[in-house]
T-cell receptor, first 110, second 115 residues
Framework: DAKTTQPPSMDCAEGRAANLPCNHSTISGNEYVYWYRQIHSQGPQYIIHGLKNNETNEMASLIITEDRKSSTLILPHATLRDTAVYYCIVTQAGANNLFFGTGTRLTVIP | GAVVSQHPSWVICKSGTSVKIECRSLDFQATTMFWYRQFPKQSLMLMATSNEGSKATYEQGVEKDKFLINHASLTLSTLTVTSAHPEDSSFYIC???????????FGSGTRLTVV
């Protein structure tokens, strides 16, 4: 699986958009970008995934650059409950497991 | 959505005893389930892949005789930590995937403390 690079930590004001970047410059053509988050002492929660096109769901938006070497997860209106560690993972669609890097610890500030 | 239920959520056991953790897929069948371990302030590390009806596949450095995995049905995988020691204290998490078009779903985790 390709490696990803994320900033170790970020702060965001409550109600503002949180933009979490991820670099995956060695991603291959058949690898997807997945985002998960882990709230303290809980299992990871799936957020969103994409291949080439931008994606949006009820939780977040995923913006993938045209060259696919980086992506941004956007939480449009961050709340205190969004405080968590966010993991960006690239993996093939049929892969049997996920490799978790160190992620970004997002702290939403009141 | 797809749910993976993990039980117990926490357990305290004495050194030398064994502990069993269950992982169930509630509304889908999972021929494969995954077991992760997470030490404090660290990321999740895959321990093993549980395969229904066959032997589990262990990652390098994970002792298969210590971490027994059984996947006897399409909805249940169990991880047994045998002869537990304090260094086995960790957060154990299982996951499964409802299908190729879906993300992996994780259980809520089991915090094991060995005293």
């Amino acid at each position: 699986d390709a490696k990803t690079t994320q900033p170790p930590s970020m702060d965001c004001a409550e109600g503002r958009a949180a933009n979490l970047p991820c670099n995956h410059s060695t991603i291959s053509g058949n690898e997807y970008v997945y985002w998960y988050r882990q709230i303290h002492s809980q299992g990871p929660q799936y957020i969103i995934h994409g291949l080439k096109n931008n994606e949006t769901n009820e939780m977040a938006s995923l913006i993938i650059t045209e060259d696919r070497k980086s992506s941004t997860l956007i939480l449009p209106h961050a709340t205190l409950r969004d405080t968590a560690v966010y993991y960006c993972i690239v993996t093939q669609a049929g892969a049997n497991n996920l490799f978790f890097g160190t992620g970004t610890r997002l702290t939403v500030i009141p | 959505g797809a749910v993976v239920s993990q039980h117990p959520s926490w357990v305290i056991c004495k050194s030398g005893t064994s502990v069993k953790i269950e992982c169930r897929s509630l509304d889908f069948q999972a021929t494969t389930m995954f077991w992760y371990r997470q030490f404090p302030k660290q990321s999740l590390m895959l321990m093993a892949t549980s395969n229904e009806g066959s032997k589990a596949t262990y990652e390098q450095g994970v002792e298969k005789d210590k971490f027994l995995i059984n996947h006897a049905s399409l909805t249940l995988s169990t991880l047994t930590v045998t002869s537990a020691h304090p260094e086995d204290s960790s957060f154990y998490i299982c996951s499964a995937r409802p299908g190729n078009d879906y993300g992996y779903t994780f259980g809520s985790g089991t915090r094991l403390t060995v005293v």
